[in-house]
């Protein structure tokens, strides 16, 4: 397995721009989490998130020549990720809302309050009831939610994803969180949230690899 830490973003792209293929394993490893958490807040199901990641990341390798880098790869890969599930979902988000006053000051949604794993690992309930309650908010406040809160992009980026102003992603994010409270209790943080299992990571650069390869 090639070493996953090892090289900074541009010089894997730079590596593997220069034909060194198998370096792709490195981004596949890298944004396997944060594709599958994308996947997920469009509501897509396990299988059809797998899909998209893959389709997302044989997007991405054709067209690396076109990351200039301008804005981080995370927030670029993001994209692709979001237009392939925009296509599949088929309806466009609202344009328009209401605004109403932001807490600028408002606190995180989740605290990481414990971090024994067993007492995760025997609360494995509590993230079905997360997942249940990210299910039933809006589109467009849950996907604010997921870049904001679990992929850990910041207002700007959140703006650039969405083409929206930075009052409206605090207005939908404020949203996201009092349909949540509604729902659960503030004891996880946000990155426990539709992890994507190591397992399921070795299988997804296998697959991606194998068609990267055919290209």
């Known amino acids: 397995m090639i070493q996953v830490e090892k090289f900074t973003e541009a010089e894997i792209i730079s590596r593997i721009i220069n034909g060194e293929k198998a370096l792709y ?8 989490p944060y594709l599958y958490k994308i996947g997920r807040s469009y509501n897509y199901t396990h299988e059809d998130t797998q899909d998209l990641m893959q389709e997302t990341f044989i997007d991405a390798y054709k067209n690396l020549l076109q990351f200039e880098g301008r804005a981080g ?11 392939n599930c925009y296509r599949k979902r088929g309806k466009s988000s609202f344009k328009n809302e209401i605004m109403q006053d932001v807490n600028e000051h408002s ?7 414990n971090n024994d794993t067993d007492k995760i690992i025997q609360n494995r309930e509590l993230g079905h009831i997360i997942e249940n309650a990210l299910e039933k908010i ?13 992929n850990g992009l910041n207002v700007a980026e959140t703006v650039e994803m969405l083409n929206i102003s930075e009052a409206n992603v605090k207005v939908r994010l404020n949203r ?5 409270r509604n729902e659960i209790e503030s004891t996880y943080s946000a990155s426990e949230l539709f992890e994507f ?19």
């Not at 394993?25 to 396997?32: A, L, Q, S, T």
């Not at 996201?176 to 949540?180: D, E, P, W, Y």
């Not at 990571?201 to 390869?213: F, L, R, T």
């Open 138 to 150: 809006p589109f467009d406040y849950r996907i604010v939610f997921s870049l904001r809160e679990i």
């Open 176 to 180: 996201a969180k009092t349909m949540l």
């Open 197 to 215: 299992n190591l397992i399921y990571c070795d299988a997804m650069v296998e697959n991606v690899m194998e068609k990267i390869n055919e290209l």
């Open 25 to 32: 394993e490195i981004i596949v490893r890298r944004f396997n």
């Open 107 to 113: 606190t995180p949604m989740f605290t990481n309050r």
């Open 73 to 83: 790869f995370k927030t670029w890969i993001i994209r692709i990720m979001m237009n």
